[in-house]
């Protein structure tokens, strides 16, 4: 299958949760570690999500620095990366500010009933620009569907950055090449906080576990690098 380099990246506490249940969103890093996704990011040409992620944080997914969206623009690339959404149901918030950023478009990934439901919301936005389109992966989505499409627009590197449902989705699918992952130096603690990822069926068992490539220490973060079958 042609498809593009996926890197899966995730911070996360030491028992695994990706944030708490309070309104706040829970600082799980620290600026030096912000910086080196800062860096990834600028090396990708597109950065994936979930509906979950869009309604919690309304992230913008743009690249920080001037100097790497300078480095882009003299490689010939947009300042920022193409956004990409996952959803089953197609409910995105039309005046997320995903969508009213960046300047390299977005695709909202859905499937079924979700395709229409997706086309009104977008059809809602308040702006027309950057782009916008909805393209049907499947219902449910599928990675291998995802990917491909990608690949089509000329994505060579994608970013897939959660959140649980997400990082499942694509960990289950076999098609994720190198896992980073950031742990906080702290423990949450809630059952019902928000995980890494679901329960599923994972190629990566204790009979075939990732390969370690990389250990380093940010402040009291740990970052993990991992090289995934599928990328050796």
Do not use: W
């Not at 890197?7 to 249940?21: K, N, Q, Y």
Request: aromatic content about 4%; charged content about 25%.
């Amino acid at each position: 299958m042609d498809r593009p380099h996926t890197i899966l990246s995730c911070a996360m506490s030491v028992d695994g949760r990706i944030d708490d249940t309070g309104h706040e969103r829970l600082r799980l890093s620290n600026e030096a570690d912000f910086a080196e996704i800062d860096e990834l990011r600028a090396e990708c040409d597109a950065i994936l999500v979930g509906a979950g992620t869009l309604r919690a944080d309304d992230p913008r997914l743009l690249v920080r620095s001037p100097a790497l969206r300078e480095r882009r623009r003299a490689q010939g690339r947009t300042e920022h990366l193409l956004k990409a959404v996952v959803t089953r149901g197609g409910d995105v918030d039309p005046s997320a500010r995903l969508f009213a950023t960046g300047d390299a478009g977005a695709v909202v990934y859905t499937g079924g009933d979700g395709v229409a439901l997706a086309r009104a919301r977008l059809a809602a936005r308040p702006t027309a620009e950057p782009p916008a389109e909805v393209v049907d992966v499947g219902d449910p989505p599928t990675a291998e569907a995802i990917l491909a499409d990608l690949a089509a627009r000329g994505v060579e590197r994608l970013l897939v950055e959660g959140g649980g449902h997400v990082h499942t989705l694509f960990l289950t699918s076999g098609l994720v090449d190198e896992l980073r992952l950031a742990i906080a130096p702290f423990f949450v603690g809630e059952a019902d906080a928000p995980r890494f990822v679901l329960p599923g069926a994972f190629p990566h068992g204790p009979a075939s576990p990732m390969r370690l490539v990389g250990t380093r220490a940010l402040g009291d973060v740990v970052v993990l690098r991992y090289r995934l079958g599928a990328g050796e």
